[in-house]
């Protein structure tokens, strides 16, 4: 795992790493919630292409940690090519990503994957969709599970392909699409309405789910 050094914020000397640049999605701090989800999709598809058969149709249902907020995630159109990196035509399945693969975030170990999403999607908050409610990028995936017994995320020598779990993360990003049918991320927070310690609303969502079924519903 890394953080980019973009995301890192440094001592006023310049000389050392402090801590990273905003909240991030991949800390050891969590607070147990409600959830659950269902997740049907075809992997069709084995590389980005705009005219990938690849399905999803996805739906989540989570809270807030304080109870105060119920989210509601759909996904039924797929994102067919990475903006950022490849994403397998919109669904990927027995594959490797995150860590040194290029594929994801390397502030998350390299993980061994059952199945993952990329799409675009809605939040419901409360059961209304609010501002900068749609066209979201979702991303979730089913994968060897990377939490110790103290739910901190560990390295690559620590993933644990003995259990699996599933992973949806929301992150601050809308997904808009030119004037030549291309897809752009565009930053946009997504509209929690979880106000943080620090006091600044949380503009993301991770959330993970222990009980991973396959061919089931998870939670």
């Not at 170990?109 to 999607?121: D, H, L």
């Not at 739910?151 to 620590?158: A, C, E």
Request: charged share 20%; proline share 7%.
């Amino acid at each position: 795992m890394g953080v980019p050094l973009a995301a890192r914020l440094t001592t006023e000397d310049g000389t050392a790493y402090t801590t990273t640049a905003g909240p991030r999605p991949f800390s050891d701090n969590f607070a147990t919630i409600n959830g659950s989800y269902k997740l049907k999709a075809r992997d069709t598809t084995l590389a980005d292409d705009p005219a990938s058969k690849d399905k999803i149709n996805y739906s989540a249902t989570v809270t807030s940690p304080d109870g105060a907020n119920t989210y509601r995630i759909s996904v039924k159109q797929i994102l067919p090519v990475g903006v950022d990196h490849p994403v397998f035509g919109g669904v990927g399945s027995n594959m490797i990503h995150h860590g040194m693969t290029g594929i994801g975030t390397k502030m998350q170990p390299t993980q061994p994957t059952v199945a993952a999403i990329w799409g675009i999607g809605t939040i419901k908050v409360n059961g209304v969709v609010p501002e900068r409610g749609e066209n979201r990028l979702v991303h979730s995936m089913i994968t060897c599970d990377v939490r110790d017994e103290d739910y901190r995320l560990v390295f690559d020598d620590g993933v644990d392909c003995s259990n699996i779990h599933t992973h949806l993360m929301l992150p601050n990003v809308q997904i808009a699409v030119d004037e030549k049918g291309n897809h752009e991320e565009v930053a946009s927070p997504v509209p929690t309405g979880f106000i943080l310690p620090n006091g600044m609303e949380q503009p993301f969502l991770h959330v993970m789910f222990e009980n991973t079924v396959i061919g089931g519903r998870g939670e």
